[in-house]
């Protein structure tokens, strides 16, 4: 039988927990804000709210999330998270088609603040990489 943790290693825990996701959120920020224009460290912060709350709404609907041992599982999702998402970025960072593929319309270098916007298919696959990146990067957080 497993025994209850202290209320020392609880809060230990939860303090550990609550530091990484802060820290996951400011390196969020600071990497929207270099790699893509500097409004998207907003949307780290938007996602951030989103995915605790939705994990809060999770916890409240359904009681067998409210178990002892669903704490480090919640924790060890938020770590395989964060790896992915690294991962991922260490992957756009060693090839250079997967990153022009990736990062090329988000990248400062090609705004054209009075040029009109194209809405054809290249519309369509930007809206869809920019979801892939928010659901990739928000998904920690959700643990």
Known sequence: MRSEPGPGRLALGLFLLSSGVLSYE??????????????????????????????GVAVGLLPRLRRPG?????????????LLLLGFLASVSSSPELAQATLAPFHQPFYRPFARPDLDAAAGSF????AGLAVLAGLPFLG
């Not at 669903?70 to 964060?82: C, E, M, N, Q």
């Open 127 to 130: 809206f869809l990489r920019l």
């Open 26 to 55: 400011l390196l969020l920020m600071r990497i929207f804000s270099v790699l893509m224009w500097y409004h998207f460290a907003s949307l780290a912060i938007g996602l951030a709210l989103l995915g605790l709350g939705a994990g």
């Open 70 to 82: 669903t704490l480090g599982i919640g924790a060890a999702g938020f770590g395989a998270g964060v």
